[in-house]
């Protein structure tokens, strides 16, 4: 195989990222209509808002997921992705969060742990259209909800 094709270039971008802490994302995991990883999501709220989910699986039992990732998208929608990642998602009353920053200073350890938490994804082939098997090279994204993505050329092999 070439070094110099796409999946090599590709192949090469992905191990640079997850040697600097990124993990592999699962596409079994990817819901193209919607375009997030909703498994993602709720084990990062499960995780980081454990009270708050168990609080909330109670209220709305077996459709709460459902539920959760439907107000999710149309926040979205609303307001972007960048807010979102910033201010979290309101749901039935609740503040849901989906990202936490690092603080100022060292000494706030509780969210330095939630901080910590926050797993940063790097997806290959990722389908991108809900009617069309068209694919990115690479998607990025934080806690389930896509950030940015990428299309690899190499101009050297007539690639544009």
Request: aromatic residues 10%.
């Amino acid at each position: 195989m070439s070094q110099t094709n796409e999946h090599a270039f590709e192949s090469n971008v992905e191990e640079l990222m997850l040697e600097r802490g990124w993990k592999r994302g699962a596409l079994a995991e990817w819901h193209k209509e919607r375009a997030l990883f909703p498994a993602q999501i709720f084990r990062f709220i499960a995780e980081t808002q454990p009270k708050l989910w168990a609080d909330l699986q109670k209220q709305h039992g077996a459709g709460l997921e459902a539920l959760a990732l439907a107000t999710l998208v149309k926040e979205l929608d609303a307001k972007g992705a960048l807010f979102v990642l910033r201010h979290g998602f309101k749901f039935y009353g609740k503040s849901i969060r989906l990202a936490y920053f690092k603080p100022a200073h060292g000494a706030n350890f509780e969210t330095l742990g939630l901080f910590a938490k926050n797993q940063l994804t790097v997806t290959r082939q990722v389908a991108c259209h809900p009617n069309d098997n068209a694919t990115l090279d690479m998607l990025l994204a934080v806690n389930g909800l896509p950030v940015a993505t990428i299309e690899l050329k190499n101009p050297g092999t007539g690639q544009s």
